[in-house]
């Protein structure tokens, strides 16, 4: 089993900035794909970024192209996800997520979740 745990969600103005962190634990691989979405109250789970975990390779949602990043630290077996000049538009519950290799923005196709974590950007 892998055991996702996000941290560094909190309040924060229009313009600003945040880090979101998850830790993967348990049993890592190295063909993971991780993967970052967002969910409001209502609405469906959205799809924001993922990264392979071997090579690197980025993939953003359109609304978050230029603003987000997504970059992983092998060492430290965390993904994380560094979210630039905050909208109101980015207020959710932020969520990592991981899958055993298919980059897709499905959320269906990822079996592991962490708990999540509220982003609240005020205007």
């Known amino acids: 089993q892998l055991q996702l745990v996000e941290s560094g969600g909190g309040l924060v103005q229009a313009g600003g900035s945040l880090r979101l962190s998850c830790a993967a634990s348990?049993?890592?691989?190295?063909?993971?794909?991780m993967g970052w979405f967002r969910q409001i109250p209502g609405k469906e789970r959205e799809f924001v970024a993922a990264?392979?975990?071997?090579?690197?390779?980025?993939y953003y949602a359109d609304s978050v192209k230029g603003r987000f990043t997504i970059f992983r630290d092998k060492a430290e077996n965390t993904v994380y996800l560094q979210m630039n000049s905050l909208k109101p538009a980015d207020t959710a519950v932020y969520y990592c997520?991981?899958?055993?290799?298919?980059?897709?923005?499905?959320?269906?196709?990822?079996?592991?979740w962490g708990q999540g974590t509220q982003v609240t950007v005020s205007s």
């Open positions: 990264v392979t975990w071997s090579g690197g390779t980025t």
């Open positions: 348990g049993r890592t691989s190295s063909n993971y794909v």
């Open positions: 997520a991981a899958n055993g290799g298919l980059v897709t923005t499905n959320p269906i196709r990822y079996g592991y």
